[in-house]
């Protein structure tokens, strides 16, 4: 299976997911920009399974741990205690010859999901843009998954998926009529989120808060780090209507070439 595909077969689960996925706290609005990263994982997956099983025969949609079955947080080599698991590895029906779902996997796959506005509106975009261009381990940025998913001996093939809940200026208009918009989190707690929302577009003078413009610093940051990586492909999903400040997501893969293998300098940053 192409990478191409996967992320076609994951762009096609969002609009479902997104509707009934599980937030990270419970008075939350669902939505898969209120959610997490591995729940996100997770319930896409899910939904791609129930979809088309016969693409992934004999999956486990369960985390490993400490087991040897499981497709999702799959221990690194020589990975002790609470370090980083990868997030999904799993082998297709067109996968290489005795590709299997346990230690011979076709796809070792890193995702990094951002978030450029809250659920309430607020700009997060200054901590979203570290993570997409920052050379620094400490912010937590795709650079790390890059680096670290090529290192995954179980995976064959080996990709990082940008998960981005993008805001564009038209969600104005759809949070000024969407019948969640002062849905409170508490009922002494008034929230109206288009107050918070105006504020952020105010500071950013109109502009939308996006992932595209800054994938080129993203490839450029690869390349510096000297990352062999394939072309991006870019699946963008529009009209999702469950939460009123996120009707949009951006994903967006990369697959990473295994022969490289970096490390950190001591100064910490990564290479």
């Not at 504020?199 to 510096?224: D, M, Q």
């Amino acid at each position: 299976m192409e990478l191409e595909q996967i992320m076609n077969r994951l762009a096609e689960q969002v609009a479902i997911v997104d509707r009934n996925i599980t937030p990270t706290q419970n008075y939350y609005i669902p939505s898969i920009g209120t959610s997490s990263e591995p729940t996100i994982v997770h319930r896409l997956v899910e939904e791609w399974v129930k979809k088309h099983p016969d693409e992934l025969p004999g999956i486990m949609l369960n985390k490993r741990g400490k087991g040897t079955e499981g497709c999702f947080e799959i221990k690194y080599p020589g990975a002790k205690g609470s370090e980083k698991k990868l997030d999904f590895g799993f082998s297709s029906s067109t996968g290489h010859e005795n590709s299997d779902n346990l230690d011979n996997l076709e796809w070792a796959i890193e995702f990094k999901k951002i978030n450029w506005i809250g659920g309430t509106g607020t700009d997060q975009s200054e901590r979203a843009v570290g993570k997409l261009c920052s050379p620094y381990p400490a912010t937590g940025p795709i650079l790390s998954d890059a680096l670290r998913v090529i290192k995954h001996s179980h995976g064959t093939r080996h990709a990082v998926i940008l998960i981005s809940p993008d805001v564009h200026s038209d969600q104005l208009e759809l949070c000024k009529n969407h019948p969640d918009r002062e849905r409170r989190w508490k009922p002494e707690n008034p929230n109206d989120r288009i107050i918070a929302l105006t504020n952020s577009f105010k500071k950013n003078n109109g502009y939308a808060f996006e992932a595209e413009p800054l994938l080129p610093f993203v490839e450029k940051i690869f390349e510096y780090k000297e990352i062999n990586f394939n072309e991006r492909i870019i699946k963008k999903i529009t009209g999702l209507t469950n939460h009123p400040v996120y009707s949009r997501l951006t994903l967006v893969g990369w697959e990473i070439k295994k022969e490289n293998i970096f490390k950190f300098r001591p100064s910490g940053i990564l290479e």
